[in-house]
């Protein structure tokens, strides 16, 4: 009744009623504005550094930089610590021993998922890993199944080479977000590597690795990571120059007897020795005491070098190259 009389003091409501609303619908941007970005930035922050891996087994998109990683093979523990990162769980076939001493220490309190050739996925999912790094000819059929725990990449290292294991370290360095770190690694292998090429006796002579000798004379071939090593340092590696063994292209091991053996006859033995190998009461292995063994030149000329087997076998890394090289430095290279 009293605004029907009053048509001005009306008119006054509705004005305030609108202004009112016109305050309100300021407001609600304004907050929207100060909370959005707030909102976003972790979201912005994480995929800053998004990166597409390419791999053995296909590509991988991973985003900022892991800190929770789980690697298949012994190879990859080195590559991560060169750029400063320590594995949180480790395909070690259950024996922390396998792992040389320099990287247990600084890897201490890692994780095992079990064997190299058959990790446990419960033990890696329970990791809750952010990468993990797998062996291509070991693990390419769980593949999927670790791509489903975490971002997975598949890089050689059973069965690498030495320039193959330089390219898988590089890769790494990527993958994790340290890319010119791990390039850095690897120019100063290079100028180490360089060194010892400038010592090495310009008649290159033949090289070769041997490991178990129990029953028969197991020999790495020339395609496995040490021996490509030692080819790229200067030396022949000896099964090159026998026909019969240089058109076998496996990584492995080949097995031969003392007789074979005598065919290929190195300058230089490298006898790679482990904790599985038969020793007498004196520390030396059996077939030291054949006769044929020491017709050998290289038995004969004192040019046989007793080696951790796992330095030089198993370590197929950066660091395990750069080992090989200073003790090639101090006891073979003349």
Same mark, same amino acid.
């Given at each position: 009744?009293?605004?029907?009389?009053?048509?001005?003091a009306?008119?006054?409501l509705?004005?305030i009623?609108?202004?009112?609303?016109?305050?309100?619908?300021v407001?609600?941007?304004?907050?929207?504005e100060?909370?959005?970005?707030?909102?976003a930035a972790?979201?912005?922050?994480?995929?800053a550094?998004?990166?597409?891996?390419?791999?053995?087994?296909?590509?991988?998109?991973?985003?900022?930089t892991?800190?929770? !990683?789980? @690697?298949?093979?012994? &190879? *990859?523990?080195? =590559?991560? %610590?060169?750029v400063?990162?320590?594995?949180?769980?480790?395909? $070690?076939?259950?024996?922390?021993?396998?792992?040389?001493?320099?990287a247990l220490?600084?890897?201490?309190?890692?994780t095992?998922?079990g064997?190299?050739?058959?990790?446990?996925?419960?033990?890696?999912?329970?990791?809750?890993?952010d990468?993990?790094?797998?062996?291509?000819?070991?693990h390419?059929?769980?593949?999927?199944?670790?791509?489903?725990?975490?971002?997975?990449?598949?890089?050689?290292n059973l069965?690498?080479?030495?320039?193959?294991?330089?390219q898988?370290a590089?890769?790494?360095?990527?993958a994790?977000n340290?890319?010119?770190?791990?390039?850095?690694?690897?120019?100063?292998?290079?100028?180490?590597?360089?060194?010892?090429?400038?010592?090495?006796?310009?008649?290159k002579?033949?090289?070769v690795?041997?490991?178990?000798?129990?029953?028969? !004379?197991? @020999?790495?071939?020339? &395609? *496995?990571?040490? =021996?490509? %090593?030692?080819?790229?340092?200067?030396y022949?590696?000896?099964? $090159?120059?026998?026909?019969?063994?240089?058109?076998?292209?496996?990584?492995?091991?080949?097995?031969?007897?003392?007789?074979?053996?005598?065919?290929?006859?190195?300058?230089?033995?490298?006898?790679?020795?482990?904790?599985?190998?038969?020793?007498?009461?004196?520390?030396?292995?059996p077939?030291?005491?054949d006769?044929?063994w020491?017709?050998?030149s290289?038995?004969?000329?004192?040019?046989?070098?007793?080696?951790?087997?796992?330095?030089w076998?198993?370590?197929?890394?950066?660091?395990?190259?750069?080992?090989?090289?200073?003790?090639?430095?101090?006891?073979?290279?003349?």
């Amino acid at each position: 009744m009293v605004l029907q009389k009053n048509p001005l003091a009306f008119l006054l409501l509705f004005v305030i009623a609108i202004l009112a609303a016109g305050c309100g619908a300021v407001s609600t941007p304004a907050s929207s504005e100060t909370s959005t970005p707030a909102a976003a930035a972790p979201s912005n922050d994480a995929y800053a550094d998004t990166r597409t891996i390419k791999h053995d087994l296909g590509e991988t998109v991973i985003h900022g930089t892991p800190q929770k !990683i789980v @690697v298949l093979e012994l &190879g *990859f523990i080195d =590559a991560l %610590l060169d750029v400063g990162i320590k594995p949180i769980g480790v395909a $070690d076939d259950n024996k922390s021993s396998l792992i040389l001493e320099d990287a247990l220490t600084q890897i201490k309190g890692y994780t095992s998922v079990g064997m190299r050739s058959q990790p446990s996925l419960e033990q890696i999912k329970l990791l809750s890993p952010d990468l993990i790094i797998a062996d291509t000819s070991r693990h390419s059929s769980v593949y999927d199944q670790l791509s489903k725990i975490a971002p997975t990449i598949a890089l050689n290292n059973l069965e690498a080479g030495y320039e193959e294991t330089i390219q898988t370290a590089l890769t790494i360095g990527e993958a994790v977000n340290n890319k010119a770190e791990m390039q850095h690694v690897v120019a100063k292998h290079k100028a180490k590597l360089q060194a010892v090429q400038a010592k090495v006796t310009k008649d290159k002579q033949s090289i070769v690795l041997v490991g178990n000798t129990d029953t028969e !004379i197991t @020999v790495r071939n020339t &395609g *496995f990571f040490t =021996a490509e %090593l030692l080819k790229t340092v200067g030396y022949r590696y000896a099964l $090159d120059d026998v026909p019969s063994f240089a058109g076998q292209k496996e990584k492995g091991n080949i097995k031969m007897t003392v007789e074979q053996f005598l065919e290929i006859n190195p300058d230089i033995l490298v006898l790679m020795s482990g904790e599985v190998d038969k020793k007498d009461a004196k520390g030396n292995r059996p077939i030291l005491e054949d006769p044929l063994w020491n017709e050998l030149s290289a038995v004969k000329n004192n040019q046989l070098f007793d080696v951790n087997r796992y330095t030089w076998s198993l370590r197929r890394s950066i660091k395990g190259a750069n080992q090989i090289i200073e003790q090639l430095e101090a006891d073979i290279v003349k």
